[in-house]
């Protein structure tokens, strides 16, 4: 209520399971719109669910609270919404009948539909569905799994955003879906599982369009043409869209969407209902490798090797597709230059032995690699441009300096090369490091890293242990703008006045820079800190 108008109410954002901070992505209505019970008022969109605020009353829009990009929680003030034009028709009429009734409760709203979408994957797309665990009239709740995919590097359950009834499902095992793909609808609050019922309900909800108030430019095509249900469920849109769209009688697989990321918004519905032209495409830029200075490449050699002897041929596993194209994308765009050098890590070498004596009981064991993402995050700090990516922008390029030392590190897997990241590693002891090295190296091998534990990194290390070797070109791992690579270890006579010599045991470095944001001297500077904070590491406390 507000002041003295009774006829006033303040809609609230009602339950929405466990969520909290949630972005407004569209706001429906404005003030002095009319709007009638279960019409969307705004929309929202969670990582995991889009879902409309229906009204839960009719009413004029007084003021609206909120706006595009705001975030809400249960509980935050959507609009105020006066009651009293609905009150006052409903009262006219022989005056024995007239009747005012109680405004609605705020915090309470109908029952909806709510959109399930692929979350956040990382940058995967085209991401197989390989299980479905829900069919249409199941009952749900937050957290239960809808769906498992599986990428070239992870196993993952979708988890449902908040509880329900599974209304209709619109993948099946196969199906490749990528960040916003529509898994599902699910009936929430109070509805009926039955899909039938739903159906009607939503059928019932939207409101009737008179022949008058159709655009006299709309096409009779958009109105009467059949709807391709299969594009319609697929297409990036609200569940308040995808109802005014059925009152158009828009197939929403046809409609270019001008929100972010491509969404569709209510005017693009009715600007497609009106017969507007769709939006130029933009010409697609070529393929990353396609050619080199505008030379193109010439074709790959077709050979039949059988015809030369015996052969087998196996597929690439898909984290050896994804990867080799990255990778590829990477060494084509990025002028890599590298720089070799060596740490004398006798000391560290010695102390890491004694710690790990130390801390046997624990079952952690610290590598040589803990200690190298400690040397990485103090060097980062005194080379700050090493800790940055280089992004586009619409006066050109630009330096995105971070503020924060997540270091990746590549982990040998049955299926490939995956990097998970160690977030915040300078908040992090060593052995601390060590023990979350371990458990991402485990989840790696068996194939059940998540997207947001190889995500984010600044820095990466490869490095190849014990395998051998002594030197090499490690790639740098996009967006960053450098990668450390380290190889096995050895033991080298060392004069530091020419006169004597000792044997010191010394680790291979070898640094790879993008040679748009970095120059000769400042990666030697950044090679020689490194290996001198790993020949002494107190050294990293200074």
Same mark, same amino acid.
């Given at each position: ?75 935050? #003030?959507?609009?105020?919404?006066? +009651? ?11 005056? $024995?009948?007239?009747?005012?009734? #109680? ?38 709740? $937050?957290?239960?799994? @809808? ?26 095992? %196969? ?64 569940? +308040? ?5 059925? $009152? ?8 270019? %969407? ?24 933009? *010409?697609?830029?070529?393929?990353? %490798?396609?050619?080199?200075? +505008?030379?193109?490449? @010439? ?7 059988? /015809? ?6 196996? *597929? ?7 990867? +080799? ?5 990477? =060494? ?24 790990? /004596? ?40 630009? !330096?995105? !300096? ?14 490939? @090369? ?23 190296? /485990? @989840? ?20 190849? %242990? ?36 000792? =044997? ?36 990293? !406390?200074?």
């Amino acid at each position: 209520m507000r002041g003295g108008d009774m006829a006033v109410t303040e809609i609230k954002v009602p339950d929405i399971g466990d969520f909290k901070d949630v972005p407004v992505i569209e706001v429906m209505v404005k003030v002095g719109d009319q709007v009638k019970p279960e019409d969307a008022l705004v929309t929202l969109e969670s990582d995991k669910a889009t879902m409309d605020v229906p009204a839960p009353a009719a009413g004029t829009v007084k003021e609206v609270k909120v706006k595009v990009g705001d975030k809400v929680s249960e509980g935050t #003030p959507i609009l105020l919404l006066d +009651g009293g034009a609905a009150r006052a028709q409903q009262a006219a009429g022989p005056p $024995a009948k007239t009747s005012v009734s #109680p405004p609605p409760a705020p915090t309470q709203a109908p029952a909806g539909i709510a959109e399930v979408r692929v979350p956040d994957i990382g940058d995967f797309k085209d991401v197989p569905v390989i299980e479905i665990m829900v069919k249409a009239g199941d009952t749900v709740k $937050a957290e239960d799994p @809808l769906v498992t995919l599986e990428s070239d590097k992870a196993t993952m359950d979708v988890p449902a955003p908040l509880g329900g009834t599974v209304q209709k499902l619109a993948v099946k095992v %196969g199906d490749k879906v990528s960040e916003g793909t529509v898994i599902l609808t699910l009936a929430t609050g109070t509805s009926t599982g039955d899909p039938a019922a739903i159906e009607a309900v939503t059928a019932a909800a939207a409101p009737p369009t008179p022949p008058a108030a159709q655009p006299a430019s709309r096409p009779a095509a958009a109105a009467t043409a059949g709807i391709d249900e299969a594009a319609f469920a697929l297409a990036y849109a609200g569940p +308040g869209v995808r109802k005014h769209a059925r $009152a158009l009688g828009v197939d929403l697989g046809k409609v270019k %969407g001008t929100g972010n990321k491509g969404r569709i918004l209510k005017q693009d519905v009715e600007a497609f209902a009106q017969g507007a032209p769709p939006a130029a495409k933009v *010409p697609a830029p070529a393929a990353a %490798g396609a050619g080199v200075g +505008g030379v193109e490449l @010439l074709p790959w050699p077709k050979v039949d090797f059988a /015809k030369f002897g015996p052969v087998e041929t196996k *597929p690439l596993s898909r984290i050896k597709k994804i990867s +080799g194209a990255n990778l590829h994308r990477n =060494w084509v765009m990025i002028p890599h230059v590298t720089n070799h050098d060596d740490a004398d890590i006798t000391d560290l070498e010695q102390f890491r032995v004694q710690l790990n /004596k130390e801390i046997e009981k624990s079952g952690v064991r610290v590598s040589m690699l803990a200690f190298m993402i400690k040397a990485a995050v103090a060097t980062l700090k005194k080379f700050p441009e090493f800790n940055a990516s280089l992004v586009s922008t619409p006066d050109g390029e630009s !330096l995105v !300096l971070k503020k924060y030392y997540h270091i990746g590190f590549a982990a040998d897997t049955p299926q490939g @090369l995956v990097v998970p990241v160690i977030r915040d590693a300078d908040k992090k002891g060593f052995v601390d490091i060590a023990k979350e090295m371990g458990d991402l190296a /485990k @989840l790696a091998r068996d194939g059940k890293l998540k997207p947001d534990q190889m995500q984010g990194g600044c820095f990466t290390i490869s490095s190849l %242990g014990g395998i051998g070797g002594i030197y090499f070109t490690p790639i740098i791992n996009a967006p960053e703008v450098a990668i450390m690579g380290v190889c096995r270890s050895f033991w080298k006579q060392v004069s530091s006045d020419g006169k004597t010599s000792a =044997w010191r045991f010394m680790l291979p470095l070898s640094l790879s820079w993008d040679h748009r944001v970095i120059d000769g001297a400042s990666a030697a500077r950044f090679n020689s800190h490194f290996a001198y904070l790993l020949a002494d590491m107190r050294r990293v !406390l200074v």
